[in-house]
């Protein structure tokens, strides 16, 4: 191979490995050791980390493993008539580096878990009870809904906005499960009218194409974090 051909040649196979280590980079880093259950009392002092430090294995019991958080409704009695109730990393100390996390989400009749959406997962969510209409909107505008019913699932690619609503007059219920130990959730309406200091009105207003007395009418219905 000539020697002004390398250069070349390097570049395409290191452009070939970044290609290949980009989605383990995208989600939560992999375990080192059988497993490491989050120490939550390293909370209280000065080193913070990209997750949870472990236990020291002679501290870890099965309890660490355990929960009982999905096996009861959560209460809807609120104005979206939605309750989420998570079994992540910060609730489940086990699930530290594992990368995989779950939560149950109760709906009233015509209860709605409004559009948010999660930065560091994938969701499927699986209908346990009742009957939900359920999308999600690309980064091009497109939405992507059907009416999924018990038993059955749907995917939301991460990142990307979505909800879901009971569209019946009975309870409903789901299971979400994620592929990270904490996914996080991002309402778009506390995002923007809940925020702490506030997103100014103006930008609310010019953003929607709305009058600035609406945005602060709007702020007035939710408390600011």
């Known amino acids: 191979m000539a020697p002004k051909q390398l250069p ?22 992999d375990m080192l050791q ?9 909370l209280d002092g000065p080193l913070r980390l990209n997750g949870f430090p472990c236990k020291r294995p002679e501290n ?4 660490d493993f355990f929960s009982a958080a999905l096996a009861f409704p ?15 990393v910060e609730k489940l100390p086990g699930l530290n580096t594992l990368g995989v996390s779950m ?15 999660h930065p560091r997962a994938t969701e499927i969510v699986y209908v346990l009870e009742g009957s939900l209409d359920v999308g999600f909107v690309t980064t091009a505008g497109k939405l992507f809904a059907r009416t999924v019913c018990k038993g059955e699932l749907f995917v939301f690619p991460r990142g990307l906005v979505h909800y879901q609503k009971n ?33 100014p009105t103006d930008v609310l207003a010019r953003a929607l194409q709305i009058d ?13 974090k």
């Open 103 to 117: 939560s149950r989400v109760d709906y009233a009749p015509w209860g709605v878990n409004p559009p948010h959406t």
């Open 167 to 199: 569209n019946g007059g009975a309870p409903a219920a789901a299971i979400s499960a994620f592929n990270s130990q904490l996914p996080g959730t991002q309402p778009l309406a506390l995002a923007m009218f809940a925020a702490s200091p506030p997103v």
């Open 212 to 224: 600035g007395g609406l945005v602060e009418a709007i702020k007035s219905k939710f408390p600011q």
């Open 34 to 42: 059988d497993f490491c259950v989050a120490d939550y009392k390293s």
């Open 74 to 88: 959560g209460n809807t009695g609120n104005p979206v008539g939605s309750a989420v109730t998570a079994a992540n």
């Open 8 to 29: 070349t040649v390097l570049l395409a196979v290191c452009s070939t490995l970044l290609g290949l280590a980009a989605p383990l980079l995208a989600g939560d880093p």
């Open 60 to 63: 870890v019991t099965a309890d």
